[in-house]
């Protein structure tokens, strides 16, 4: 039908979960097309079939071609260069392969270049580095080879949005004293060495609002100049370095929204800090204006602040894992009324479960029983509090109340009692973890009807019964533990459980017979039958 609109200048059809091949429409047909917008979808098959069929135009209109965010392949023709009026060209995260046509050249109007996110290799055209009118640059995370320096972005006056990212065979370098022809207001440079210090030509890059300078081997401390320039930073991201030292307590970040995003990202409407991995240490900083904060896998100790909810009212995300915070869990923290994910993981907090509690607090010492304000959490997508002290049993609202739930790990606690089979109404779960508890009792027949299970791990714990052959119809399951347990009967062969060849996943239940266990199921024959019933009258003479 697309193929008919002969006169069509606009199609605009993104994130609108279309799929199927690409090839289905006769794109020679539509020589009026100026935007073409098919970014977020479900499309496959190969570009060269929507390249090479526009191109075969004889007057190519085409201005915008935007193709992000799909399932395409095969490779860039050489015919990419008869689209001289593009001005811009977006098809990052697909598995588009081969290297760039030295045909780009040819688009001497193009002012967005977004190539990152999929599999393109070999060395980067000069020519690109010659399109002066571009004011937009994705790179990032191909497999390219060479080396580039600052000469090579000489004549790119115009540009704003820069995006690249360094691998084995492929580096930037780029002087620390350089001076940059542009003004950037986005940068993202990842896996480039930039030695022991931050680079001081950010400081020439006045309207900058995103520095995401990550995994850049960078060790020394975060110098002043560049906490002056949060200001004007709503998105600073140094995570996967070496940076030491102590964060300072006030730090000036942007009150509001001071950017819009490019024609095809999201970001988040507040302020984004990005600091994980890292060597920081010393206390915990309270920045009011921060939206996103993310200090995971760092050094800091001591008391977390019992203000933090009072000062950072703004909080939609927190995280601190992998820190060493010891102490109770703030009380202030509910003040924090937008809140969506807290993860305070693999730290030493201690004491017993705030009533309020309903997020990630793995790996601590909490105790006491799960409080049932957790059940008003209806949107919680993730549960785990592995690794505590936690008793109790599992309530049966857990299966009422948490619908939304797609991992709930429990393991390493003291928890008792029976699975309650309402569990089983969780049918959004891929990931069951209750091993290392003290459940007794039966699993629940229908826990066949969680068809969204890719693991599964009961293991561990005083289990009795069959395996319930409902099991058997999870196509999902790809990860199956039911050891050390009490189970009993024959293992199902059928279906799925035919993939579970390993025995250790069957294990240590003594009455578990048939395949991957050497245990055989047949039974005895009549005369082995005889010799076991005498043999037990023998025994009960012998008692008598």
Wanted: one cysteine or more.
């Amino acid at each position: 039908m697309v193929s008919n609109a002969t006169t069509l200048e606009t199609l605009d059809i993104a994130i609108s979960n279309i799929e199927g091949p690409i090839s289905n429409v006769e794109w020679g047909k539509l020589c009026n097309l100026q935007d073409l917008y098919l970014t977020q979808n479900k499309l496959n098959g190969d570009i060269s079939r929507v390249v090479e069929g526009l191109s075969n135009c004889s007057n190519t209109t085409l201005e915008f071609l935007g193709l992000a965010g799909n399932r395409l392949t095969g490779q860039f023709p050489n015919s990419l260069g008869h689209l001289k009026n593009l001005r811009i060209l977006g098809i990052s995260f697909n598995q588009i392969s081969g290297t760039i046509p030295t045909s780009i050249e040819q688009l001497s109007r193009l002012e967005i270049l977004d190539l990152g996110q999929s599999q393109l290799k070999g060395a980067l055209p000069e020519s690109i580095f010659n399109l002066t009118e571009l004011t937009q640059l994705f790179l990032a995370t191909n497999d390219w080879e060479g080396n580039l320096s600052q000469n090579d972005f000489a004549r790119l006056y115009q540009l704003k949005f820069l995006a690249i990212s360094c691998g084995e065979r492929f580096s930037v370098n780029l002087s620390s004293e350089w001076i940059p022809p542009f003004s950037l207001t986005y940068i993202e440079i990842r896996k480039c060495a930039f030695g022991s210090k931050l680079p001081t030509w950010l400081k020439t890059q006045k309207q900058l609002h995103t520095n995401i300078l990550s995994n850049g081997s960078v060790s020394d401390s975060i110098p002043p100049w560049l906490w002056t320039m949060c200001s004007q930073l709503q998105f600073p991201d140094l995570s996967d370095n070496e940076i030491g030292g102590n964060l300072p307590r006030l730090v000036n970040f942007p009150s509001s929204q001071i950017w819009t995003a490019d024609f095809y990202s999201s970001y988040s409407d507040g302020v984004v800090v990005d600091l994980s991995s890292n060597s920081f240490h010393g206390l915990l900083p309270l920045w009011p204006n921060v939206t996103h904060l993310n200090l995971a896998n760092n050094l800091f100790s001591g008391l977390s602040p019992i203000n933090i909810g009072h000062v950072m009212t703004k909080l939609q995300v927190l995280d601190l894992s992998g820190n060493t915070f010891t102490g109770s869990i703030p009380y202030s923290i509910t003040r924090v009324k937008q809140l969506m994910r807290l993860d305070l993981s693999d730290n030493h907090f201690s004491g017993k479960i705030p009533d309020w509690w309903a997020d990630l607090l793995s790996r601590n010492n909490l105790f006491g029983e799960l409080p049932k304000s957790l059940s008003n959490c209806k949107s919680l997508l993730t549960l785990d509090i592995g690794e505590n002290k936690i008793s109790g049993t599992i309530p049966e609202w857990f299966g009422e109340s948490l619908l939304s739930l797609q991992k709930l790990s429990m393991t390493e606690n003291m928890i008792g009692g029976h699975i309650p089979p309402t569990l089983c109404q969780l049918f959004g779960l891929q990931i069951l973890d209750l091993s290392h508890n003290n459940l007794t009792g039966r699993i629940p027949e229908d826990i066949g009807s969680m068809q969204q299970l890719e693991t599964l791990d009961l293991s561990s714990n005083h289990l009795s019964g069959s395996i319930p052959l409902s099991m058997t119809s999870i196509t999902t399951l790809s990860y199956l533990n039911l050891s050390y347990n009490n189970l009993g009967g024959p293992i199902p062969s059928k279906k799925q459980f035919g993939t579970f060849t390993n025995p250790s996943s069957f294990e240590c239940n003594p009455k578990l017979c048939g395949k991957p266990l050497i245990t055989d199921c047949s039974p005895p024959r009549k005369r082995d039958l005889k010799k076991i019933e005498e043999e037990e009258d023998d025994d009960e003479r012998l008692w008598f």
